[in-house]
T-cell receptor
């Protein structure tokens, strides 16, 4: 089993749609969690940290389910500019593990 | 603006010819990381420095070495690049282990 798993997609959605990604992790002792966004041939950029209580930043909502060992990202009212690959990152002490990413394309 | 800088942005080298990639940061972060990312794959952690303490990933080939002469700079040395080492190399920093990481723009390495 991979340490961090994501559905690679692609997810193709129309503008204005709501889309959700899940990410599962294997190590129950994992301590911190993040969602990054990566545009084609660019570096990953932090989208948001994921807190135990869940957190929201504008159209983006992240949630953590420790019992089932997954994190989720919800994007509401999708924009064309949301098209990117979304990387799930799980931290265990000094080890940061990236998922392979979920590709999202938002179409007009 | 505080940032992570990588030079060069594009590097072409010949098979077996040593190459050094550089990373600098103005964030004054304690931790610096080197990742290798190939097309459509997750970034793969090669190693990281927590201050002066070097931490190598178990599966990082000996061909890859790193130096951190001071807080601001970190180098990735590839002693004998092979065709399989062609990739994007990403440098990242974090204030402490487990905190969010900030990435540089990457160096795209081509091996001829």
């Amino acid at each position: 089993r991979k340490e961090v798993e994501q559905d690679p997609g692609p997810f193709n959605v129309p503008e204005g749609a709501t889309v959700a990604f899940n990410c599962t992790y294997s190590n129950s002792a994992s301590q911190s969690f993040f969602w990054y966004r990566q545009d084609c041939r660019k570096e990953p950029k932090l989208l948001m940290s994921v807190y135990s209580s869940g957190n929201e930043d504008g159209r983006f909502t992240a949630q953590l389910n420790r019992a089932s060992q997954y994190i989720s990202l919800l994007i509401r009212d999708s924009k064309l500019s949301d098209s990117a690959t979304y990387l799930c990152v799980v931290n265990l002490g000094n080890d940061m593990r990236f998922g392979a990413g979920t590709r999202l394309t938002v179409k007009p | 603006d505080a940032m992570v800088i990588q030079n060069p942005r594009y590097q072409v080298t010949q098979f077996g010819k040593p190459v050094t990639l550089s990373c600098s940061q103005t964030l004054n972060h304690n931790v610096m990381y080197w990742y290798q990312q190939k097309s459509s794959q997750a970034p793969k952690l090669l190693f990281h420095y927590y201050d002066k303490d070097f931490n190598n990933e178990a599966d990082t080939p000996d061909n890859f070495q790193s130096r951190r002469p001071n807080t601001s700079f970190c180098f990735l040395d590839i002693r004998s690049p092979g065709l399989g080492d062609a990739a994007m190399y990403l440098c990242a920093t974090s204030r402490d282990p487990g905190n969010e990481q900030f990435f540089g723009p990457g160096t795209r390495l081509t091996v001829l």
